[in-house]
């Protein structure tokens, strides 16, 4: 690959390519992750999964973890504080996928104020405490994914990487901003690099991967193992081929015309019609049009007609008698 690694082993999971695709909250479900491994993709991750819920046999949160073979290697993400309930919904639920992966990184309000997600940044005895115990009841590689901190006054990510070695985390990912950075200013790539400098366990960037350029930039600033794709896939796919393209020092593919992108929205919205039902579909797909529709010509009206039909019939018809 021209220099940049084709493959990372993460515990005894062999992953067979480099550019990973982010958990997100709300879009990546399994037709939303099908979609992304078709294009390259070498690992893709659930929505961050609530432990409290699945233990509670919440039958909502356990939709999440609907998988089949076309969207693996995978990660399930799983969010909490008890170091108890994780291991255990670990141990019940992890057996479909490649890794666990713990979610200490999330800066939204209600996880923050719940003592999970970024807010265990503070505490690196609880760290310890949950990953030793997820790993000794998880049949897979357990992975730990944070930020740079909770705040500036806070233990930071070299830390928190070498306790989730110390605990035998497998692969550890950091996005290169603080909690309460949220998604503003831009990713630090120093302290990815740190952190690789700090722990012998693979390291996985993220944070403003937008572009091949990006990605290279990533692996070449931090010496990381892998990237990790977030916001950028949404309605961009094929990103993933782009960026291994690049990678190798190949040509990359042309930017998706209209006619494939209107086609790659209409089988993701068949592949959740067919998981969740027209009437969910429906409503869940209203903002991946949007994402797909990005840059085409006389989007605002698509929009406009996608965000008022009632069946997916009209949006197909829409879309195929739509002048572009």
Not at 250 to 259: C, L
Request: charged letters at 25%.
């Amino acid at each position: 690959m021209n220099g940049f690694p084709d493959g990372v082993t993460i515990g005894d999971a062999v992953i067979g390519g480099v550019i990973f695709l982010a958990p997100m909250a709300g879009v990546t479900d399994l037709p939303f992750r099908r979609a992304c491994k078709r294009c390259g993709a070498a690992l893709t991750y659930t929505e961050m999964v609530s432990a409290k819920a699945l233990s509670y046999g919440n039958a909502k949160t356990a939709e999440y973890l609907r998988t089949d073979g076309e969207d693996g290697p995978k990660a399930l993400q799983l969010f909490g504080s008890d170091p108890g309930v994780l291991s255990e919904v670990a141990a019940t639920y992890g057996g479909a996928f490649d890794l666990i992966d713990l979610n200490m990184g999330c800066p939204a309000p209600k996880i923050i104020k719940n003592g999970e997600g970024a807010a265990l940044m503070r505490d690196p005895k609880l760290i310890g405490d949950i990953i030793k115990k997820v790993v000794a009841r998880s049949k897979k590689p357990v992975t730990v994914k944070f930020r740079k901190g909770y705040d500036q006054n806070s233990p930071g990510a070299e830390y928190a990487a070498q306790v989730s070695e110390a605990n035998g985390a497998s692969a550890v990912t950091v996005h290169g901003r603080y909690a309460n950075e949220y998604y503003s200013g831009t990713a630090d790539l120093e302290i990815i690099k740190r952190v690789k400098r700090a722990v012998a366990i693979p390291v996985i960037g993220n944070g403003d991967i937008k572009t091949p350029a990006d990605a290279q930039r990533m692996f070449e600033v931090t010496n990381c193992d892998a990237v990790m794709v977030g916001r950028a896939a949404r309605g961009d796919p094929w990103l993933f081929e782009r960026i291994t393209a690049n990678l190798r020092s190949e040509r990359e593919p042309d930017a998706p015309g209209r006619e494939q992108k209107i086609v790659a929205a209409m089988r993701h919205a068949r592949e959740l019609t067919a998981l969740k039902g027209e009437r969910v579909a429906l409503n869940e797909m209203r903002k991946h049009f949007a994402w797909y529709l990005k840059g085409v010509m006389n989007s605002a009206e698509l929009k406009v007609l996608i965000f008022n039909a009632g069946s997916f019939g009209e949006i197909e018809a829409a879309l195929g008698a739509h002048p572009f």
